[in-house]
């Protein structure tokens, strides 16, 4: 059937090449090309990436659960005519929640050398996890949301696993700590929405860690090798609580062990966690590759997390980037905020020597904030731009800010204070 | 400029080359930093130190043209350039891939070659957007497949239709048909496969079914009869799971008393047991588009009639099964098996 039309182009080239292209296809797509000719017809069965999204079938009935139907069909049709290794699964689907065929998918992909497994169901009852997952030796991705995780007493841990990713998981504190400290190749790690959890991280090869949720407490205690670090912490009562009852220092708990840190992120109550216990110690280490701090929600009425941020920047002699966000309260005019903070010789004179970019957001005019942007300003001799954006646009609180501003020293010659009122 | 000067400018303006052969047997010259960028070059260059002269020059694969290993150079030209952002870099490799797709899959083909990973994964990506979202037959005029697949074939219900009893009724009238066309095929081939298994007697079969006695697990039964329900599954991939789905909606509707949830997650096992198998042992099998029974037609009717009996008296049952039996043959051997798995558990 070579006729007028000219050769076949794409039919012979090599497998790698068809696999490359059908993996970059939804599935759907990638399945229909078994009817294009006789060499097309199982080419896409051996492809070694499955991806099942909310596009794999179109949601054709308002009826969640006859779509569900639908989508479990496919899928399971799809795995029954697959043949050869499956390396990557995915399924991302809403319509899905949590139904029997699941479980012997995962027994069927842990018999099939599995290396990535990705599971967001929809929104609805948590998906229990078979035992079959801990079975999958050669999982190096595992990201799971929406599911009950509960690993066998006998499990060993995944001694391939690079990446883990739970985002609301129900598993205990023990089996969490106890999961990420028996996969030695850990490198990033995340968790979200996890409630009221006091964690040890123990991973001798992480290098990323993302979490964010209602975290007690969380001690760092073998992660030399982290280089990124962004975490959110939520309040309960407890938490609030527990905080106040605390005698340990925080900052060095959670940062003493991370020499060669490169970013830094903390949010909602992050900064506030590290003020505990802080004026208790002095800081000997130094972040020599810390090149980003990014610090929300920052609370410039307590002196103790300003100095968690002066204590970060003067450990980190190569900053080059800093946005702080405040806590978007316009101050009442309250006790005298005392300055004599500023004044305290506990402040050293090391100049930012790197210092290029700060932004500074949610400002409420605090006199604190106007001190804190005076002393970045005295000591960035290479500060290039400092973007101010205020909380509030009261004309008359923002007017206050910017006089106090102008009167400020600056060591940069370059540096640019922008002012965005819009 | 003084002499001195002059001597320190020169090696600099001396960039080293390379020669490298192309698919036609010409010979070209090309900067050395640029054509590194190409592993296989590099390779060459390093491992084998070939390429220095015309005489031994690095013979590139057949894949590989002069019109192809311009474009290869020019993209490594843009790209070993190391201050360029993110941004310069896809936006021009979103308009180096705008060329006709004849040259697009050469171009992946010389990449491939050359192993070039990021160019091959640039036009492979060109070329999931052209496949992307378009008929069959689009797909079949711009990359000039021919059509030969039969009607039958493309009704496979690979994709996800709502089951439709005609199409799965024509499923198997075709299926049927196709095997009779694929049998006088056969009479050519004089090459005997080893499986002659579905000579045996409804008898026999029988009584292997019933001398696989002790095996708890549905499982062991189905490796057992590996063999069999590879010719079913490799031809009726979409009946057995239609079968399976029955199997489903019987198990659940019928009041049988060890009909625990482990039961039938063994019966799903079982199955996902049989694509396994299948898969793995039926690979070379599919590559040469050879799947079949090569049984005598005479004697598969035999079968057929004696089977539907069997099968009648189990599945009294079961009416709506009935009606998928009376309709089909093969249908009817994958519900005997499928049968057969229910009658062990309830021995």
Known sequence: ?422 | MSETDLAVIKPEMMKPYVWLQTSDDSIQQVEQEIAMFCPLICQEIIQKGMGSSKNCAICLPQQVSPAMLSLILDYCRFHQVPGRSNKERKSYDEKFVRIDTERLCELTSAADSLQLKPLVDLTSRALARIIEGKTPEEIRDIFHLPDDLTEEEKLEPLRNITADPRIRLLNRLYAKKRKELKERERLKNVEVEEEHVDDRSVDDLLSFINGNDGDPKGVKTSKNKKKNRRKKEQQKNSSLKEASELNKKEVNGHDIRHQSSEAEIISETSYLHYAEDDAFTSKPEFDDGDIDDEIDPALKEKIDREVEDFARRLNSDWPERMQELLSSGQERKTVLFTADGFIRRHA
């Open chain 1, 1 to 422: 059937m070579v006729d007028v039309m000219g050769p076949d182009l794409i039919s012979d080239l090599p497998q790698s090449i068809i696999e490359s292209i059908l993996v970059q296809l939804p599935i759907r797509d990638a399945v229909r090309t078994s009817i294009l000719s006789s060499k097309w017809r199982y080419k896409w069965a051996s492809i070694t990436q499955l991806v099942f999204d909310d596009k794999c079938v179109p949601p054709f009935s308002n009826d969640r659960e006859v779509v569900e139907r639908s989508v479990v069909k496919f899928i399971t049709r799809a795995l029954f005519l697959h043949q050869g290794p499956i390396h990557k699964f995915q399924i991302s689907n809403s319509m899905l929640q949590s139904c029997p065929e699941i479980d012997q998918w995962i027994l069927f992909l842990s018999r099939n050398d599995i290396k990535v497994l990705v599971m967001e169901l929809g929104e609805g009852e948590f998906f229990r996890i078979p035992s079959s997952l801990f079975n999958c030796r050669k999982l190096t991705r595992l990201e799971l949301s929406r599911c009950e995780l509960d690993p066998p007493h006998s499990f060993k841990g995944f001694v391939c696993l690079r990446s883990l990713n739970l985002h609301q998981v129900l598993i205990s504190p023990d089996a969490v700590e106890s999961l990420i400290s028996r996969c030695p190749l850990l490198e990033s790690l995340s968790l979200s929405y996890f409630d009221n959890l006091a964690l040890t991280i123990s991973a001798p090869n992480l290098k990323y860690l993302y979490l964010e949720g209602e975290f007690k407490d969380i001690c760092l205690e073998d992660t030399p090798l982290l280089v990124e670090i962004s975490i959110a912490m939520y309040m309960t009562d407890d938490i609030a609580e527990h905080f106040e009852q605390s005698s340990n220092c925080n900052f060095l708990k959670f940062l003493g062990g991370v020499p060669n840190l490169e970013k830094l992120v903390g949010l909602i109550y992050f900064t506030k966690y590290l003020s505990i216990g802080i004026d208790s110690v002095h800081l000997p280490i130094m972040y020599h590759n810390l090149e980003t701090i990014e610090l929300y929600q920052v609370n410039f009425e307590d002196t103790k997390e300003i100095l968690v941020i002066l204590r970060m920047i003067t450990s980190s002699p190569n900053l080059k980037e800093l946005h702080i966000s405040g806590s978007s309260n316009i101050p009442i005019a309250a006790d005298a905020p005392d300055l004599d903070f500023w004044e305290k010789g506990c402040l050293s004179d090391s100049a930012l020597n790197k210092l290029k970019t700060v932004k500074l957001s949610e400002m409420g005019g605090w006199p604190h904030e106007i001190e804190f942007i005076k002393y970045l300003l005295c000591r960035s001799p290479v500060l290039e731009t400092l973007s101010i954006i205020p909380c509030v646009f009261d004309m008359g609180n923002n007017l206050k800010m910017l006089i106090e501003l102008v009167k400020c020293r600056r060591a940069s010659s370059r540096g640019e204070v922008i002012f965005i009122h819009e």
